[in-house]
């Protein structure tokens, strides 16, 4: 069965860095794009970026553009979310998600089907 | 901020039906997909609806997706204690080239 497993979070301070892992087990790794998406205190779910099957291409949500980065290791099944410069808005819970793309008619469309559990980041300013 | 705008609480008696809108532009539900993603308190999210009316595996079918236009809806029939949780709905934006997530909407059963 599908499971992604994050690690990494933790209480840092304001303009510090924190590397996110999310393990993935259960299906093959190298063949789904991936997502990172976080929900802050109070707030509802954003989306933070993705990243494609092969890691060619990335994109992010405008707030974090800069400052962090997605990649991955297909060799390791794990995906990564390295966040510089962060701030007290960036404290949130972090989750990874598999990104499915559900094909109609020959156009393909995003589907996160599988989540992990999340992993707290604090930031402290 | 989020583009996709829903009501922020929707409630009801136990069997009743509960329906949450999602409002959206060309640029997101008018040109793709919907998604409808469930979380409970404490849980991670669940994949509720996929490609705007479909059921995921296991998930009951007193759920069930529309969409029209630029907007969609989740309804839930015959509701229950468990449905109480947070609903988004979300798609691909092709102009911010990212997933958006709808505002939530928090369902209580009364």
């Known amino acids: 069965q599908v499971q992604l497993v994050e690690s990494g979070g933790g209480v840092v301070q304001s303009g510090e860095s924190l590397r996110l892992s999310c393990a993935a087990s259960g299906f093959t790794f190298s063949g789904n794009g991936m997502h990172w998406v976080r929900r802050a205190p109070g707030k509802g779910l954003e989306w933070v970026a993705d990243?494609?099957?092969?890691?060619?291409?990335?994109y992010y949500v405008d707030s974090v553009k800069g400052r962090f980065t997605i990649s991955r290791d297909n060799s390791k099944n794990t995906l990564y979310l390295q966040m510089n410069s962060l701030r007290a808005e960036d404290t949130a819970v972090y989750y990874c998600?598999?990104?499915?793309?559900?094909?109609?008619?020959?156009?393909?469309?995003?589907?996160?089907?599988?989540w992990g559990q999340g992993t707290l980041v604090t930031v402290s300013s | 901020q989020s583009v996709l705008t829903q009501p922020p609480s929707a409630s009801g008696t136990p069997g009743q039906r509960a329906t949450i809108s999602c409002s959206g532009s060309s640029s997101n539900i008018g040109s793709n997909t919907v998604n409808w993603y469930q979380q409970l308190p404490g849980t991670a999210p669940k994949l509720l609806i996929y490609?705007?009316?479909q059921r995921p595996s296991g998930v009951p079918d007193r759920f069930s997706g529309s969409k029209s236009g630029t907007s969609a809806s989740l309804a839930i029939s015959g509701l229950q204690s468990e449905d109480e949780a947070d609903y988004y709905c979300?798609?691909?934006?092709?102009?911010?080239?990212?997933?958006?997530f709808g505002t939530g909407t928090e369902v209580t059963v009364l």
């Open positions: 490609s705007n009316d």
């Open positions: 979300a798609a691909w934006d092709d102009s911010l080239t990212g997933y958006v």
């Open positions: 998600a598999r990104d499915y793309w559900d094909c109609i008619s020959g156009t393909c469309y995003k589907v996160l089907d599988y």
């Open positions: 990243i494609w099957y092969d890691g060619s291409k990335q």
